[in-house]
Every structure is written in C-alpha cells, then in structure tokens.
C-alpha cells in the first residue's frame, strides 16, 4: 500500500516512465537511419537482434536480485549508469567509424544493460499503486508521451540520422540514475538464503509456464512481438520511400492513440474480458499491417498511429495479467520472464526473421511493400487465431497466483 500522497507517488513514478522511454526513444527509433549513414547498414538487422540476446540473458538474473537481494530501485539505478555508460561509448565508436562488428559488440554490452530495466520499473510501479489495475495505465502514459518528446528531441536536433541521439540519450540514463534517489527501495524478502544456481539466475520463474492460461498468454505475446518487430526498422525506411523528412517525428503519431489508450485501459480492464481486449489488440495489429500494406502515404501514417493502440491493449494488458495472477514475492522475476519471450526470443527471431523478409522483398528497384507488410499482416492473424482458440479463462474475480507446483497445477479462474 502507499505510503504517500497519491498525486506525489503518481507524479514520481510518472517522471520515471517518462525519462526512461524518452531515452529509450532516443536510441530505437533513429538507429535504422544513424547505421545507414555511417555504412553500418550491413549490422542493421544484427544490431536490433541485440536487444532480444541481451533480454534472453540479463533480466530473469536481475530480476532474481531485485525480488531476493537488493530490492528492485538499487538494481534499476546500477543499470541506468551502466546503460547511460554503454549507450555512449556505442555512439562514440559509430561516430568515429569503428569496425562494423566491434561496433555490433559494444551494442550488445549496451543491450544486456538496458533490457532489464523495462521490467524493473514496472515492478516498482505495480509494488507501489493502491490499484494498478485502474493506476497503471496513466502511469504509464506518461513513458509514451516521453517517448513521444524524444522523437520530437531528435528531430529538432536534425539528429535523425546522427549518434547525437545516442548522446543525448545516455545523459538521461544519467539523469534517471540520479532520480532513482528519491524513489524508495522495495525491500527484498529477509528469510531468502542457500539459493541454488537455478534461483539465483532466476531460472524457476519457469515454472509459471506450467499454467495453462498463462502458457497460453505469454506464447501469443511471443509470437505477436516476431512480425511486431519489422515495425521499427522497416517503417522509417518505408516513411522515406514515400518521401516523408524527419521521419522519427512522423514515427511518433503512434503515441497520442497510445496515450489515450492507456488512460482508457482501467475501464476496459474492468468491463471487458481480458481474452476479448487482447483479441482486439490482435485485430487493430492485423489492420496495421494492412494499411501499411497499402502503400500509400495517408495508409502508412493510420498503420503508424494504430500501432499505438495495439502496443497498450496487448502488452500493457499482460503486464497488469501478470501482476495480478502471480504471488508479490515472484513478481519482479514474473515480469522478467515477460521480458525475456517478448523481448528476448520474440524480438530476436522477429528483427533477424523481418530483416530476412526485408531483403527478400528488396531489390535495385526498390522494396516491395505491399507483399512485405501484407504477409506480416497474415502472420499476426495466425496469432489471433490462436490466441482466440487456445485461451480458456472463465471470468471469475481476480487472484493472485503463486506458481503452480508439480503435483498441485494452479488454474487461471478469470477472464
């Protein structure tokens, strides 16, 4: 529970959001267009698969630290530094024409630091709110407008294809560093000692799985994160064929659909089955590729703006699933695992799997947009179609669940 003014613990944690995806922006969103203008376009694909390697190894081990040693606000602000460190020392060596693959290797260094952070600051969030059910969303609104703000940033700066971004955004990993002394520290469990190797790398969060609903739930994030991840590195290219400028400002008009998404999120959860709102999440993705597919200026721009709407009711939706579902003392280690198959397994067979696709699609006369998107478009239907099928919830009120053990299998009983 709270122990503070709620309008200041909104208001801090609101300042975290958006001082973390203001940064992250700064970072993803030019990265297609900084690589390509230092003739680092042969790493593109490798260096957006580098945040899956670094979500597959580092957050369930942070992840662990932050639920049974230091608390999840000491971890959070250790990374900060090390991310801010990693991010300008890679923006350095782009700069300064460093060999492609020493460049790749210092991206990595900075993936493994930044990829647990997203499911730290949620576990602080989430240990924080009276009700994140109904509190989580605006909070987390306040991420996407930041991300938002760092498009606009890069933009001004004339920085969109310039490591500039880079160094901007490490200052606000450092500057994040900094804010995280005046966040408390969410204490640990004491009586946690004699960890095998298993639970200190937090590999028993693996256990959650053995649930059937959320089996079912984190394999579709899974697959839904493989064709989400041609969004990104594909969409700036696509804006530029099309003749737009500035294309990480044009990237941002899926953030005001986000925004108001996640402030309409709380009403939702409590009017709606979780299995229908994740399934129209599924369905505004499919109609995102399709407008893309379109190949037309005024379709591309309704793919960009529909691509925040799908990102809030599916991947805030399983956030606030599994902060809800799983004991308090698993659930810096639950969000991980979130963490390591979207971000981890999803993203590193979507970004080299997409950026396959993408060449495919390529040749001197150009990239055949129409059928690029359009088979995506096809791919996020399966998964619908399967989420749709294989989900078995049954509405009843909401529960926290310890993981389920060998001989006692817990059951979802909502939605």
Not at 50 to 72: E, H, K, N
Not at 355 to 370: E, I, Q, R
Request: aromatic content about 12%.
């Amino acid at each position: 529970m709270s122990r503070v003014n709620p309008k200041l613990e909104f208001a801090e944690l609101g300042v975290l959001f958006f001082i973390q995806w203001m940064a992250f922006a700064m970072w993803m969103v030019p990265l297609t267009l900084v690589l390509n203008a230092h003739g680092l376009q042969v790493i593109q694909p490798f260096a957006f698969a580098t945040t899956a390697v670094g979500a597959i190894v580092s957050p369930l081990f942070f992840g662990a630290l932050a639920d049974r040693q230091l608390g999840p606000t000491r971890v959070l602000r250790g990374l900060c530094i090390a991310t801010a460190i990693s991010m300008a020392v890679a923006s350095w060596a782009i700069r300064d024409g460093w060999n492609p693959w020493g460049v790749l290797a210092l991206i990595q260094v900075f993936a493994l630091c930044i990829t647990p952070t997203v499911s730290l600051s949620t576990t602080i969030a989430m240990s924080r709110l009276q009700d994140p059910r109904r509190q989580f969303g605006p909070v987390r609104a306040m991420g996407t407008i930041g991300w938002m703000v760092g498009c606009w940033v890069i933009s001004a700066m004339n920085a969109d294809a310039s490591t500039l971004a880079g160094f901007a955004g490490a200052g606000l990993w450092v500057l994040l560093a900094a804010f995280t002394w005046l966040l408390p520290n969410v204490a640990p469990p004491a009586s946690i000692q004699n960890l095998s190797i298993r639970e200190r790398l937090g590999l028993d969060a693996l256990s959650l799985l053995k649930q059937a609903d959320h089996r079912v739930v984190f394999l579709t994030a899974t697959l839904f994160t493989i064709p989400l991840a041609a969004f990104y590195p594909s969409a700036p290219r696509h804006l530029q064929d099309l003749g737009f400028d500035r294309a990480s400002a044009w990237m941002s008009l899926a953030q005001p659909t986000e925004v108001v998404a996640m402030f309409t999120l709380g009403v939702m959860l409590t009017r709606w089955r979780l299995k229908w709102l994740l399934g129209l999440a599924l369905g505004f993705g499919v109609l995102r590729y399709v407008f893309s597919a379109m190949n037309g200026s005024g379709w591309l721009l309704a793919g960009v703006v529909l691509h925040g709407v799908t990102y809030t009711l599916f991947f805030t939706t399983a956030q606030i699933y599994v902060n809800e579902r799983v004991d308090p003392a698993w659930r810096a280690r639950a969000q991980a695992l979130l963490t390591l198959l979207l971000a981890g397994v999803g993203n590193f067979i979507g970004y080299l799997g997409c950026g396959w696709w993408f060449t495919l699609n390529t040749s001197h006369a150009g990239t055949n947009w129409p059928r690029y998107w359009g088979v995506l478009a096809m791919a996020v239907g399966a998964v619908m179609i399967y989420f749709l099928a294989a989900y078995r919830g049954k509405g009843a009120a909401p529960e926290r669940l310890a993981p389920p053990s060998p001989t006692h299998p817990t059951e979802a009983n909502r939605n």
